[in-house]
């Protein structure tokens, strides 16, 4: 069989990981998976050195001299897809690319070039989540999923943010070569074959400790010690000594969530913590987080990350179990 023809479109500024942990996935499928060659090139518009949003400088060639068909177009993202939107020379060949290619592929925001370039029109598609709503704005004829790790409509695939081209350069990886071979990348890498869930898995704990207001900062840190008690938008607002309409219009404007989703949230993000680090039984963890049963919990688990409770607590026995392999002499 013929290597699979990889070529991945970067420019100024692009997120490095963006290009590099795809192409440790397909270097690693080269070197560890019996009869997968994928041969990668990395291209930008005027070819030469291109430095990257993190300083480091590598090497690419110009994407005009890229002669098809290749058999994956893959573009980046990051801090310079403001003005990679903007690059007539740089759309053009993209779209020249993806006419002929089998799949059209995005990590990050390079969803938006994609979509500068047509190529996105009545699809779905997602992208980093801090951007998802720019994207949907900026092109209405895309639908954006602002939760998924990655997401295919037919031949096109794009996925989220940054580490999320791993995920998306495994999930092509299996398309190619199977479920075994993606598994064995995935243990090389020490990474997940899939992601449970998608972006909302992002720490809203952490984030809460950006609120401005004292008052909604203490309770922020107060409730993640107090997650057996009733945690009522009543009763958080009788805490901080504020009217129900007082507190919530104040929580929205510091979190940027309700505080009932973050509560929520904190529950979720303690409980995970806990089926990865204890032998906790899913009855006790669901009520230690305040869940009160482990069916609340589990429909919780399955809305919030696609998944369930006993399936999130066996990734991380699993993801255990292989450091422990690895750290054998």
């Known amino acids: 069989m013929s ?39 990395v291209v930008t518009v005027r070819g030469g050195p291109v430095r990257a949003s993190c300083g480091l400088e590598f090497a690419s060639t110009a994407i005009a001299s890229v002669a098809g068909p290749v058999d994956t177009l893959m573009i980046a993202g990051g801090s310079g897809v403001g003005t990679a939107v903007l690059d007539h020379d740089l759309l053009q060949h993209v779209h020249r690319l993806a006419l002929d290619a089998r799949r059209v592929t995005s990590v990050c925001t390079g969803a938006f070039v994609l979509a500068a370039a047509g190529l996105l029109e009545g699809r779905r598609a997602t992208t980093h989540w801090a951007e998802c709503d720019d994207l949907a704005i900026t092109y209405p004829n895309v639908t954006v999923d602002t939760d998924a790790i990655y997401v295919q409509d037919g031949n096109v695939w794009t996925s989220a943010g940054i580490t999320a081209g791993i995920d998306l350069a495994l999930a092509l990886v299996t398309e190619d070569h199977g479920g075994p071979a993606a598994t064995r990348i995935a243990r090389q890498l020490v990474v997940y074959l899939q992601r449970s869930g998608g972006q909302a898995q992002f720490s809203l704990i952490l984030a809460g400790q950006t609120a401005d207001s004292r008052p909604v900062r203490d309770l922020l840190s107060w409730l ?18 504020l009217s129900e309409r007082q507190f919530t219009r104040l929580f929205k404007a510091q979190v940027g969530i309700t505080a009932a989703d973050h509560v929520e949230t904190v529950r979720m993000e303690s409980a995970c913590r806990l089926l990865e680090t204890t032998n906790s039984s899913i009855e006790q963890v669901a009520r230690a987080c305040g869940f009160g049963t482990p069916e609340t919990m589990n429909r919780t688990f399955r809305r919030r990350l696609a998944t369930t409770p006993g399936a999130h607590r066996h990734h991380f026995q699993d993801r255990a179990a292989l450091l422990a392999e690895r750290a054998v002499p």
């Open 224 to 241: 993640r010690d107090h997650l057996t008690e009733d945690l009522s938008v009543p009763a958080l607002a009788r805490h901080v000594n």
């Open 3 to 41: 290597p699979i023809r990889v070529v991945i479109a970067t420019f100024d500024s692009a997120q490095i990981l963006d290009v590099t942990g795809p192409l440790e996935v397909f270097s690693s499928a080269s070197r560890h998976v019996q009869g997968a060659e994928y041969e990668t090139e």
